[in-house]
């Protein structure tokens, strides 16, 4: 490992954070800490601090992990640290002035702590507990750390610790989902129980050596995103339609408000119900730019949407909704190349809504083309789907389509809706990397993949429907097959809800990526802040839920339902977000 120091300057704006939000933290003097285990340098991602009066460093819990190779776990929900290696097993609980070791209390000069979204905890206590000899040498702001073992090195994440050598691998827009009660997916905001978090476990991997999960993600690297909903009101505004300036105005706005808490990337609506916010030769325009579908705006407002984007620096998203036709029952107001028109054979009413039929090859590749048209003609950062495949309830009549489009002669009409799922997903994103390699291409499926009462590797949750059987989404393919580049399940239920909790599904989605190129990104619901739900009376939610994502190095980064329930700043959200961001 080569040497290298912790950077002064980043340091010094580190240490302003902490030293604003956190009481008892010091700013250390001018000069450069460093730590040395055996002769080599630990690095570290984020800077230590000194802990006022107590003279005692502070490191990240990344530094016990990677640079000690001790065992570690943090439970966001309960603030508990703990760290295993050898015979200690060392509990630390968040702001508590003592720790257990061995179960023994050992009082502490410095508790562990969350700090600007990283977990802290007191290097001299640790590093002695698990053996090491530890010395301080101010004059050259230097932590030494020995093992008292001639020869001992640290390698990658390989560490000798007291007598033995450890190794630690810190290895969109729904319709209706149903959890013991109905919640809607990026839309409503029904009530829903919710209890307090297991802590996060480790896994074994296939030699038996503990595998912890403890990579932190860093804030100012990670994809932050904001959904952009034209048919939900995010843009534009009702009173903006008919005026092409004041819908620039609106989304300009929107913008500096949105990066201004964080956000670095948009995915913006253009296709909401078989229509488009950009000159389509497929599909019309759509109504709400002027309140009449089929009506030219004026302007180009994809162009002007990506262009406005770009010029912050924020990456832009196509979002499609792939097989909506209309978000009502009737053709009554749709432009005359619409979809439904056109090929009335191709749609199937299902309750309120009218869908394009999935089953029908001819109907897929219209899709497909239509949403090639934005990626050969505009400068997008990535194609985005939300769960429109198959509706959530209702009777949806496929079965004559069934009997007429089944090539492969599958015998159970799942199955049959599943491939035909699959192929559109399959042939996408052959067509969005042939043409464009660099334009990324995800999805963002219902929260739940599979019960475990349906499928012993689904994840622990009692979900009323889900992605698989319900939607016929077979995400794992996707993942397996690479067929996507990320996924951003929705994941809207708040820690430790026992029918679906948040805790267990970003365990589970982050297993089920492990082994892939496959990215995830994690759909949070700030919509629900300050709703009658338990765990949602305060914005802090959201901020647990960020703070838990820490530990899990597959997730990428988070996007946020939607634009306009992060602009209404419930409950002081957005300091909350500048602040867990470093803003």
Same mark, same amino acid.
């Given at each position: 490992?080569?040497?290298?120091?912790?950077?002064?300057?980043?340091?010094?704006?580190?240490?302003?954070?902490?030293?604003?939000?956190?009481?008892?933290?010091?700013?250390?003097?001018?000069?450069?800490?460093?730590?040395?285990?055996?002769?080599?340098?630990?690095?570290?991602?984020?800077?230590?601090?000194?802990?006022?009066?107590?003279?005692?460093?502070?490191?990240?819990?990344?530094?016990?992990?990677?640079?000690?190779?001790?065992?570690?776990?943090?439970?966001?929900?309960?603030?508990?640290?703990?760290?295993?290696?050898?015979?200690?097993?060392?509990?630390?609980?968040?702001?508590?002035?003592?720790?257990?070791?061995?179960?023994?209390?050992?009082?502490?000069?410095?508790?562990?702590?969350?700090?600007?979204?990283?977990?802290?905890?007191?290097?001299?206590?640790?590093?002695?507990?698990?053996?090491?000899?530890?010395?301080?040498?101010?004059?050259?702001?230097?932590?030494?750390?020995?093992?008292?073992?001639?020869?001992?090195?640290?390698?990658?994440?390989?560490?000798?610790?007291?007598?033995?050598?450890?190794?630690?691998?810190?290895?969109?827009?729904?319709?209706?989902?149903?959890?013991?009660?109905?919640?809607?997916?990026?839309?409503?905001?029904?009530?829903?129980?919710?209890?307090?978090?297991?802590?996060?476990?480790?896994?074994?991997?296939?030699?038996?050596?503990?595998?912890?999960?403890?990579?932190?993600?860093?804030?100012?690297?990670?994809?932050?995103?904001?959904?952009?909903?034209?048919?939900?009101?995010?843009?534009?505004?009702?009173?903006?339609?008919?005026?092409?300036?004041?819908?620039?105005?609106?989304?300009?706005?929107?913008?500096?408000?949105?990066?201004?808490?964080?956000?670095?990337?948009?995915?913006?609506?253009?296709?909401?119900?078989?229509?488009?916010?950009?000159?389509?030769?497929?599909?019309?325009?759509?109504?709400?730019?002027?309140?009449?579908?089929?009506?030219?705006?004026?302007?180009?407002?994809?162009?002007?949407?990506?262009?406005?984007?770009?010029?912050?620096?924020?990456? &832009?998203?196509?979002?499609?909704?792939?097989?909506?036709?209309?978000?009502?029952?009737?053709?009554?107001?749709?432009?005359?190349?619409?979809?439904?028109?056109?090929?009335?054979?191709?749609?199937?009413?299902?309750?309120?809504?009218?869908?394009?039929?999935?089953?029908?090859?001819?109907?897929?590749?219209?899709?497909?083309?239509?949403?090639?048209?934005?990626?050969?003609?505009?400068?997008?950062?990535?194609?985005?789907?939300?769960?429109?495949?198959?509706?959530?309830?209702?009777?949806?009549?496929?079965?004559?389509?069934?009997?007429?489009?089944?090539?492969?002669?599958?015998?159970?009409?799942?199955?049959?809706?599943?491939?035909?799922?699959?192929? &559109?997903?399959?042939?996408?994103?052959?067509?969005?990397?042939?043409?464009?390699?660099?334009?990324? &291409?995800?999805?963002?499926? &219902?929260?739940?993949?599979?019960?475990?009462?349906?499928?012993?590797?689904?994840?622990?949750?009692?979900?009323?429907?889900?992605?698989?059987?319900?939607?016929?989404?077979?995400?794992?393919?996707?993942?397996?097959?690479?067929?996507?580049?990320?996924?951003?399940?929705?994941?809207?239920?708040?820690?430790?809800?026992?029918?679906?909790?948040?805790?267990?599904?970003?365990?589970?989605?982050?297993?089920?990526?492990?082994?892939?190129?496959?990215?995830?990104?994690?759909?949070?619901?700030?919509?629900?802040?300050?709703?009658?739900?338990?765990?949602?009376?305060?914005?802090?939610?959201?901020?647990?839920?960020?703070?838990?994502?820490?530990?899990?190095?597959?997730?990428?980064?988070?996007?946020?339902?939607?634009?306009?329930?992060?602009?209404?700043?419930?409950?002081?959200?957005?300091?909350?977000?500048?602040?867990?961001?470093?803003?």
């Amino acid at each position: 490992m080569n040497r290298k120091k912790i950077g002064l300057m980043a340091a010094g704006l580190l240490l302003a954070v902490q030293t604003a939000i956190v009481p008892g933290v010091q700013a250390a003097p001018t000069g450069e800490i460093e730590i040395i285990l055996d002769g080599q340098s630990l690095q570290s991602d984020a800077s230590p601090y000194i802990v006022q009066g107590a003279n005692v460093t502070m490191v990240p819990l990344r530094v016990i992990s990677e640079g000690l190779g001790a065992q570690v776990n943090w439970s966001a929900s309960s603030g508990t640290v703990t760290i295993t290696a050898q015979n200690k097993n060392i509990s630390m609980d968040n702001g508590a002035q003592s720790a257990t070791v061995n179960g023994k209390s050992v009082r502490l000069d410095a508790s562990a702590r969350m700090s600007s979204g990283r977990v802290m905890v007191p290097l001299r206590f640790v590093g002695e507990e698990l053996g090491l000899k530890v010395d301080w040498q101010a004059s050259e702001r230097v932590i030494t750390l020995s093992s008292g073992k001639e020869g001992a090195s640290t390698s990658g994440n390989t560490s000798s610790v007291g007598s033995g050598s450890l190794t630690s691998d810190t290895s969109a827009s729904g319709n209706q989902e149903s959890v013991s009660t109905d919640q809607g997916a990026k839309a409503n905001n029904d009530g829903q129980d919710a209890v307090n978090s297991p802590s996060t476990s480790t896994k074994e991997d296939s030699s038996g050596s503990s595998q912890g999960n403890m990579a932190q993600v860093k804030a100012t690297t990670s994809m932050r995103g904001a959904w952009i909903s034209t048919i939900n009101g995010d843009w534009p505004s009702s009173g903006a339609r008919n005026s092409s300036e004041k819908q620039k105005q609106e989304f300009t706005k929107m913008l500096d408000d949105l990066q201004g808490m964080g956000i670095n990337a948009v995915f913006v609506q253009v296709r909401a119900s078989g229509d488009a916010l950009y000159p389509s030769d497929l599909v019309p325009w759509s109504k709400y730019l002027t309140n009449t579908q089929g009506k030219n705006p004026g302007y180009d407002p994809l162009k002007f949407m990506i262009s406005e984007s770009h010029k912050r620096g924020m990456e &832009f998203h196509a979002w499609f909704n792939p097989f909506r036709a209309n978000s009502t029952g009737t053709t009554s107001g749709l432009a005359a190349n619409h979809v439904a028109n056109q090929h009335p054979d191709w749609i199937v009413k299902n309750g309120s809504q009218l869908y394009i039929n999935p089953g029908i090859p001819a109907a897929r590749q219209h899709v497909i083309a239509a949403i090639m048209e934005v990626v050969n003609g505009y400068d997008i950062d990535g194609v985005h789907l939300d769960d429109y495949f198959y509706p959530y309830s209702g009777t949806f009549d496929d079965d004559a389509t069934f009997k007429a489009y089944n090539a492969n002669k599958i015998s159970n009409k799942g199955d049959w809706r599943r491939d035909n799922v699959n192929s &559109f997903v399959r042939d996408l994103g052959k067509s969005i990397h042939t043409s464009k390699s660099k334009v990324q &291409f995800g999805i963002s499926p &219902f929260g739940v993949w599979r019960n475990k009462s349906q499928d012993i590797t689904g994840s622990d949750t009692k979900a009323g429907v889900t992605a698989y059987d319900t939607t016929f989404a077979d995400v794992r393919t996707w993942i397996n097959k690479e067929w996507i580049d990320y996924v951003a399940p929705q994941i809207y239920w708040s820690i430790g809800f026992p029918a679906a909790g948040y805790d267990k599904l970003v365990a589970w989605w982050s297993n089920e990526v492990k082994n892939s190129d496959v990215k995830l990104y994690i759909g949070h619901s700030p919509y629900k802040i300050g709703t009658p739900e338990k765990g949602w009376q305060s914005a802090q939610e959201l901020i647990k839920q960020l703070e838990l994502n820490e530990n899990y190095k597959q997730v990428k980064g988070d996007i946020y339902f939607s634009a306009q329930h992060l602009r209404k700043n419930p409950y002081g959200l957005i300091q909350l977000l500048q602040n867990y961001y470093q803003l």
